[in-house]
């Protein structure tokens, strides 16, 4: 299988890093957490501080209702490292799931970013679409593997039950 290349896009990518300047605060606070980091921080610490180094006031968490637990207690969290979530369910409006309905409430909340958590496949998509912040994925939702959708990546069973024939 061939990696994609083009001397075109890349050309364009790095006339963007030079000249957009929220692309290039985001780019530069993501290679300073890397480096802070250094690869012993889990995904909250990450975020929390890219929230830091990019000066997010207004953050919105976008979840799935059947997460609410984790929510609480994420937001507990932030509480703790002064950053103020707004959360907002899926089920916001009574239409079941509305990642719609998310994305559009914490637009209207003014949100500076807004993190996803446990989401479907395809609502987390459609909350992404509709977000006017930029966003990150927390969690993604995955049953099977405890919401580590890599995980049958390592596993010799999932591998053979992820081909087209025993997928049907």
Known sequence: MAELYSE?????ANEIYETDEKV?????ASSA???EGKGQWTRIQEVLGYIEQMGFERIGLAYCA??????DTLTEIFAGNGVELSQIACQVGGKGCNPVGQAMTLKEAATDFNIVMGLCMGHDILFQQFSDAPSTVLAIKDRVAFHN???PLYSASWRSK???DALG
């Not at 290039?24 to 530069?28: A, E, F, I, V």
């Not at 059947?66 to 929510?71: I, Q, T, Y």
């Open 66 to 71: 059947g997460l609410k637990g984790e929510a």
């Open 149 to 151: 959708p890599l995980a």
């Open 24 to 28: 290039k605060k985001s780019y530069d």
């Open 8 to 12: 075109k896009a890349l050309e364009k």
């Open 33 to 35: 957490l890397k480096a």
């Open 162 to 164: 992820l081909s087209k």
